[in-house]
């Protein structure tokens, strides 16, 4: 992979002890949000109106350029599901994950920001249930927080996520949602978890959270679309159903009933044939 190609990184030190929080933004190049977040933060830190009370802050505002230039999530394979060392490198992905494992490696936690295709409140992954990350989670303030991503994609194709690579290492780590690709809004609320991150670590001056206590979701289901397959409603994501509400209509085979009381997560209206469609959970 050209070297033009490969990530800028900005660090920021305060010269006294502390976390070393680590910030990537585009690991899929149609999530702008936490790009321009970064941006705006890294503007903040130059200018000195932002100032680090402790610790270290490294910043990767766009970790995949070439996808970001093409408005794609990934130009040869999807970097947050190949993201490990890679000893024989073959696509342009997994340079950059050998670019940004090390980065990993090097802080003391890593937060990732995303965005999705369909509009949405802000929402976070808490892949691995550790008292870090659930300490982590409750102090964003969120309104959703949701658990078992990892169990419903083991030997599923699931492949290795940033939170799955940081796990690994010890490192507390989240994944947040900011919003619609395209919604205005999405890199306020993406700046907004960051500095809350920051003062959750100590990097910043405590201070207030904007927004409210959690809703913790834990995914029990995942769908795939088959051939014909249509939503029985107007899905959003977390619209609440009740056990037996129909969910999916089917050409061929019975419909979807939901299994319980529940929600629906991420219903993505133009998921091809064969791909994730639309998850369901319960309260945690």
Sequence with gaps: MVTELL???????SGKAGVHLLVFGNIHGNEPCGRIALEMLRS???RGDL????????LVPCCNRAAADL????????LNRIFYPHQHP???EHHLANFLCPLVAEADALLDLHSTTAPTSPFLFLDYETAGNVAWAKALGMGHALLGWPDLHSGAGGGVCTQDYAHSLGKPALT???GQHSEAEAPRNALKVIHASLRHFGLLEAGSVAGGKSVFIRMTQM?????????????ANFSPVKQGERIVVRESRPD???PADGCLIMPKATAQQGEDWLYFGVAA
Excluded: H
């Design 90 to 92: 073959e696509t342009s």
């Design 256 to 258: 979807i009933l939901a």
């Design 223 to 235: 769908y795939l679309r088959g051939e014909g397959d249509q939503f029985a409603g107007n899905w």
């Design 44 to 46: 903040e830190l130059e």
């Design 71 to 78: 408005n794609k999530d990934w130009t040869e394979e999807n």
């Design 7 to 13: 990530p800028e990184v900005f660090r920021f030190d």
């Design 51 to 58: 100032v680090l009370q402790l610790g270290r802050l490294t």
């Design 176 to 178: 947040v949602e900011c």
